[in-house]
């Protein structure tokens, strides 16, 4: 038996005239870092909060530990749980607001200061335990609420998008700091976030979501690379995936604005049969531009720059293609200016094909 399990987890609102989470099934095993993905309104905190038991279960059942947990209260659940906006106590100090849940669970003193201690320590908040709140960056009074959750010592440990009040820079140390919190502690975990690059920095496994429906389930590198549609294959990765309406005939792809590609065998066999009009899609990195020396590459497209934009690590060369917008990003050594012409080629293994209708991968059915 896996450490959590939903089993056809459903919830609809009083009033509401669908399910806003329908049919959530998945396992999770212990100490895994699961984060839930997906845009605002999809369900994310739904999920989170029947988990936390804040929100009824409307449907199916909840296994924590071997345990239903559908009717059981949230203090006997055995998770901590830290939320988007944590309010921290502004007239205690750092140690008190870490200690505070203890002290309300009847913990004895000599315990809580041995935990708030160990809190302390592991974030880095010894130089500020005596201070107030008003007194602490955004990232320490976040660091504050870790605490307050982690001294809980609980085996289910989850987070609502607890970054997003916090400025990019220190988005980036924090997520860090929660990875090796995580890998301390052991606990497993479920964290909210609507930003895809936190959900593949930082979990082991991301489920999707959009409109109460799990889109897919995987790995960060299975859902990058193997995305089971093109919401998912749009969600994940910045820029986004290039997606371009073709119909496919034989071997031939012909886009909107009458431009063809010819296929090769691979990727017609990765078609499974499948002729019409249909999506393309490529990620960026997958459009080798001037002869990246990609032996499985043709490059006998071209096209002119119309914009550029200079990450530093890396370039992205946005063009018009086949009647679509598309963007392809190249190493920093390679310099292109607006208006310069490009030669390029789609790399044959990292080409999706899409249902224009439901939005399948066909490379993906099976
Ligand atoms: N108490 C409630 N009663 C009725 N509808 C609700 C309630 N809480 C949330 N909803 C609705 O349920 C849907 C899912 O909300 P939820 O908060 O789970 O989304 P989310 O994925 O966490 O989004 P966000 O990224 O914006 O936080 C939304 O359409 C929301 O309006
Ligand atoms: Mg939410």
């Given amino acids: ?6 089993k056809n987890i459903c919830k609809k609102y009083p009033g509401a005239d669908k399910n806003t989470v329908n049919d959530f099934c998945m396992n999770i095993e ?25 929100e009824e279960i409307t449907g199916g059942e909840l296994y924590i ?4 947990v559908n009717e059981m209260a949230p203090k006997d659940r055995g998770i901590a749980m830290v939320f988007q906006n944590y309010a921290l106590y502004p007239h205690m100090t750092v140690e008190k607001n870490i200690g505070y849940g203890l002290k309300n669970m009847k913990v004895p003193a000599d315990e809580i200061k041995k935990k708030v201690d160990w809190a302390i320590k592991i974030l880095g908040l010894e130089e500020y335990r005596l201070r107030k709140p008003k007194n602490l960056s955004g990232g320490q009074r976040q660091r504050v609420a870790l605490g307050r959750a982690i001294v809980k010592n609980q085996k289910v440990f989850l987070m609502d ?7 990019a820079k220190l988005r980036v140390s ?7 919190l995580h890998r301390e502690l052991g606990a497993t975990t479920i964290y909210v976030t609507h930003d895809q690059v936190e959900a593949m920095t930082m979990a082991d496994r991301i489920v999707i979501m959009k ?19 093109q919401f998912v294959a749009g969600f994940i990765g910045s820029p986004q995936m290039n997606f371009f309406d073709v119909i496919v005939e034989e071997n031939r792809m012909k ?3 009458g431009k063809q590609v010819t296929l090769s065998e691979e990727v017609v066999k990765k078609l499974n049969g499948k002729q019409g009009p249909m999506i393309f899609g490529i990620r960026g990195e997958d459009i080798k531009v001037d002869a990246a020396g990609i032996e499985e590459c043709k490059y006998e497209q071209e096209a002119i720059i119309t914009d550029t934009e200079v990450m530093g690590n890396e370039n992205n060369l946005y063009f018009t293609f086949g009647g679509s917008q598309a963007v392809a990003r190249v190493s920093k050594y390679g310099v292109h200016d607006i208006g310069d012409k490009i030669v390029f080629g789609f790399l044959p293994s990292k080409m999706h094909f899409f249902d224009r209708e ?4 066909y490379a993906e059915i099976n």
């Fill in 1 to 6: 038996m896996s450490f959590i399990e939903f």
């Fill in 30 to 54: 212990e100490k895994e870092f699961i984060a839930f993905v997906g845009p605002s309104g999809c369900g994310k905190s739904t999920t989170l909060r029947m988990v936390a038991g804040f």
């Fill in 65 to 68: 530990d071997g345990k239903k």
């Fill in 161 to 167: 998008e607890p970054l997003s009040n916090l400025d």
């Fill in 174 to 180: 924090m997520r860090t700091e929660i990875s090796k």
């Fill in 211 to 229: 409109e109460g429906i799990i889109q897919q389930i995987g790995k960060p590198m299975e859902l990058y690379d193997h995305p089971v549609n």
């Fill in 255 to 257: 886009f909107s604005d």
């Fill in 358 to 361: 439901t939005g399948e991968n």
